[in-house]
């Protein structure tokens, strides 16, 4: 990575740095929401970059309250505008510097979901996540399942309710049957949890009956985005049998505003783990194709400040997403632009790495405390659980921002 120099300026530490510059939807009160590129503490108006014939894009692109017409010019197109937007942060004769409207402050707008999401699917790629939920849930001799190893198992989750970060959320109601009950109650969810996840936004779509390769998929994801699965863990237990996970997952998902760019990350490439027994060759790959992402995860009570409860990476994932999108679209499945594709819990192999509640407090048998005493084992009203997430090499740095929800009581 060459060094940059940027002539806006920038706190220490920002996740918005002139190496990231990711894409999102923002508004300001009463004006519609338009797309951005996000620069420290600010966010460039890329319709007004348009207007002044500073990019080779119509402003009705980043007119739009989503960015998949954009997304859908195709990355030769979109990874210009981010290159041109470096270039115009850099040069020293910018014209941007004398064009005060094209810079708005983070603070004074609103985000919005950065795109519409047509479908969603949700993966179960971490290794350790896996086996402990197998652990507590089946059998510890044979956490795994047969299948684990050579299918990078997932469900097709519900589009209709993923919200944008600091969305409020009510507990869900639904049906829980404990193991000292005869028959199922109707209740809210005694056992709420987050999934520490990561998602990719599909960037270019394919026709039924069309595979996407392992040495392909990289042209298809446009970017990355935090992502929290929150989980109703007995609505869970009780429906998911045999068909998998339904109302205990549908009833919200958060995504972080700002979608980062595969191109972004690209020096943050690391090996993935390696995979025994040897995995079809559909779903071989070459290179390196994990990505070597620092993730936190915190809660707060209303009377508590930030407690980190976790800390992972996306590095430890046993399938990365090349292998999800050839698995995906090997049966012929097509993929559209604006699909998000989720890990699964991003779990390592630390206890301090869990990704879910369910594994930090082991099914509930396992409190732990928050800043100001109070134990929990699950969610509980009026929490709020944040999600955090960065790349970082050479003093540059490349982040997400955060997800962020609360837990209101059920309606
Ligand atoms: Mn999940």
Redesign the pocket.
């Known amino acids: 990575m060459a060094k940059l120099k940027t002539w806006v300026s920038i706190p220490k530490n920002s996740d918005f740095s002139i190496y990231n510059l990711p894409f999102g939807i923002f508004s300001l009160k009463g004006d519609r929401p338009r797309a951005g590129i996000a620069i420290g503490e600010q966010i460039v108006d890329l319709s007004v970059l348009a207007n002044l014939g500073l990019l080779e894009v119509n402003a009705s692109y980043f007119k739009n309250s989503a960015l998949n017409d954009f997304i859908s010019l195709g990355k030769k197109i979109t990874n210009k505008v981010r290159l041109d937007v470096q270039r115009l942060l850099t040069i020293e004769n910018s014209p941007l510097k004398i064009h005060s409207a094209a810079f708005i402050f983070q603070k004074d707008v609103k985000m919005h979901l950065p795109i519409h999401v047509g479908d969603y699917t ?1 993966f179960y790629s971490s290794i350790e996540h896996a086996t402990n939920v197998g652990k507590m849930f089946r059998d510890p001799e044979n956490a795994l399942l047969p299948n684990w190893r050579h299918i990078p198992i997932g469900y097709h989750g519900r589009a209709s309710s993923i919200v944008i970060s600091g969305t409020n959320i009510h507990r869900p109601m639904g049906q829980v049957k404990t193991n000292d009950m005869k028959v199922p109650v109707f209740k809210a969810s005694g056992n709420l949890d987050f ?1 520490l ?1 990561m998602g990719f936004i599909v960037g270019k779509g394919t026709n039924l009956g069309e595979r996407i390769s392992t040495k392909n998929a990289a042209e298809h994801i446009f970017g990355l985005v935090l992502f929290n ?1 929150w989980s109703a863990r007995d609505i869970q237990k009780w429906e998911y049998v045999p068909l998998g996970p339904f109302l205990g997952k549908s009833f919200a998902s958060s995504m972080s505003p700002w979608i980062v760019t595969l191109e972004a990350l690209a020096p943050f490439k690391v090996q993935g783990p390696l995979q025994k027994p040897e995995v079809l060759s559909y779903l071989q790959y070459e290179g390196e194709n994990n990505y070597d992402i620092k993730l936190e995860v915190s809660m707060s009570s209303q009377s508590s400040g930030d407690t980190v409860i976790s800390t992972s990476n996306f590095k430890f994932m046993y399938w990365n997403m090349m292998q999800q999108l050839a698995h995906h679209t090997v049966n012929g499945c097509n993929v559209n632009v604006g699909d998000v594709m ?1 890990s ?2 991003i779990s390592g192999k630390d206890e301090s790495s869990f990704g879910s509640l369910l594994e930090i407090s082991w099914g509930g048998k396992k409190p732990f405390k928050l800043k100001d005493g109070s134990e929990r084992t699950f969610i509980e009203d009026n929490d709020t659980v944040t999600m955090r997430g960065f790349a970082e090499k050479e003093g540059k740095r490349v982040g997400f921002g955060e997800v962020s929800g609360t837990i209101l009581p059920s309606k």
Do not use: L, V
């Open positions: 949700d999934e996840e699965d989720a699964g819990t």
